[in-house]
Nanobody
Framework: QVQLVESGGELVQAGASLRLSCAASGRPLYRFAMGWFRQGPGKEREFVVAISWSGVTTLYADSVKGRFTISRDNAKNTVYLQMNSLKPEDTAVYYC??????????????????WGQGTQVTVSS
């Protein structure tokens, strides 16, 4: 079992930056690939970005490519999501997730084993 706790979400204006954090406990973070997903109002949960256990491989949704950056610090058991040039359409609850099977980055929600409770990001226009 691993517990994931997201933080850093808040209300910001369009064009601002935010950094989300996902702190893991219970098992070492290097055992997992990690992903960020989001769910906007009235929408399904969607993939945002993922990173392999080593940090070598990253995957990005087209909608955030060039604006968002994922990173991880396995020594601190924490994954980060740096979000720049935020847009109103980025408004959502952001979830981090951990995948243990092969520790490779994935875009597929169902391939992740553990989920955090989410943190709200609201971008005003």
């Amino acid at each position: 079992q691993v517990q994931l706790v997201e933080s850093g979400g808040e209300l910001v204006q369009a064009g601002a930056s935010l950094r989300l954090s996902c702190a893991a406990s219970g098992r070492p973070l290097y055992r997992f690939a990690m992903g960020w997903f989001r769910q906007g109002p009235g929408k399904e949960r969607e993939f945002v970005v993922a990173i392999s256990w080593s940090g070598v491989t990253t995957l990005y949704a087209d909608s955030v490519k060039g604006r968002f950056t994922i990173s991880r610090d396995n020594a601190k058991n924490t994954v980060y999501l740096q979000m720049n040039s935020l847009k109103p359409e980025d408004t959502a609850v952001y979830y981090c997730a951990a995948r243990s099977r092969d520790r490779l980055a994935s875009r597929r929600t169902y391939e992740y084993d553990y989920w955090g409770q989410g943190t709200q990001v609201t971008v005003s226009s």
